[in-house]
């Protein structure tokens, strides 16, 4: 069975950074694609930024410059590291994960419906 946990949620300060973390256990993620999705209250879930498992990197556009994903296969650990947070930012952020291999596409990679492992979601919350 499968397991994400994430980590590295809080509060922060308009323009400030955090680093959330997430810890993929379970299961042999040899060669895996994750994502991370966010869904602020109200909205619906929404792609941030997602790695494919060739180390192909997408973002959505009101990310792009400020926040990066990036993996470590040694550790199984996947990692969205936020830069100049805005207010906009706030919301639960989630850690996704897939096996499934497929050819590089942002659109498959940023649908949620792709991913068949989640962990339960950390707070980030940014104030102005």
């Known amino acids: 069975q499968a397991q994400l946990a994430e980590s590295g949620g809080g509060t922060a300060q308009d323009g400030d950074s955090l680093r959330l973390s997430c810890a993929l256990s379970?299961?042999?993620?040899?060669?895996?694609?994750a994502a991370w999705f966010r869904q602020a209250p109200g909205k619906e879930r929404e792609a941030v930024a997602a790695?494919?498992?060739?180390?192909?990197?997408y973002y959505t556009d009101s990310v792009k410059g400020r926040f990066t994903i990036s993996r470590d296969d040694a550790l199984n650990k996947l990692y969205l590291q936020m830069n100049v947070l805005k207010p906009e930012d706030t919301a639960v952020y989630y850690c996704?994960?897939?096996?499934?291999?497929?050819?590089?596409?942002?659109?498959?990679?940023?649908?949620?419906?792709?991913?068949?492992?989640w962990g339960q979601g950390t707070q980030v919350t940014v104030s102005s």
């Open positions: 790695i494919a498992w060739s180390g192909s990197t």
């Open positions: 996704a994960a897939t096996t499934v291999l497929t050819i590089d596409s942002s659109t498959y990679y940023t649908n949620d419906y792709n991913y068949p492992y």
């Open positions: 379970g299961r042999t993620f040899s060669r895996y694609a």
